[in-house]
């Protein structure tokens, strides 16, 4: 494992420990956004693997999705995933009046234990 990936594993790792912590304090918007960050930036591990990265998180989305899940390397199930914490991440920041409960939060944060733990399988591999 490279420098690069291991730094993003790791910072993956921070983000998600904030999600706990926030979901645990009853902050759910912001515990939703540190859940996508770790999901978000699991991904940019993966593609360090390859020396890839994007400007814009629609970028990384995209590529990993053609890249990883298509051909299977990746369960389709990560795509929702992604697609869902991204668009509820989107929400819980800039739409107005925008409410969610605990059980969405919840639901992010095991989303994103998982997903990580599955990229970290991945990444020790390379």
């Known amino acids: ?16 420990l904030s ?5 645990e304090a ?21 593609l360090a693997s390859r020396q890839i990265d994007f400007s814009k998180h629609a970028g990384v989305i995209a590529f990993f999705q053609k890249e990883y899940i298509k051909t299977g390397i990746f369960d389709k199930k990560y795509s929702k995933y992604i697609q869902q914490a991204f668009q509820i991440r989107n ?8 409410i969610v409960s605990k059980q969405d939060a919840q639901e992010q944060y095991e989303r994103a234990v998982e997903l990580l733990d599955v990229v970290r399988i991945f990444v020790e591999k390379q």
Not at 91 to 98: G, I, V
Request: net charge negative.
């Open 1 to 16: 494992m490279d420098d690069l990936m291991k730094y993003r594993l790791e910072s993956a790792s921070e983000k998600l």
């Open 19 to 23: 999600a706990k912590l926030l979901l």
């Open 26 to 46: 009853g902050q759910y918007k912001d515990s939703i956004g540190r859940s996508y960050y770790a999901v978000f930036t699991a991904i940019r591990a993966v």
């Open 91 to 98: 929400s819980c920041d800039y739409d107005d009046f925008y």
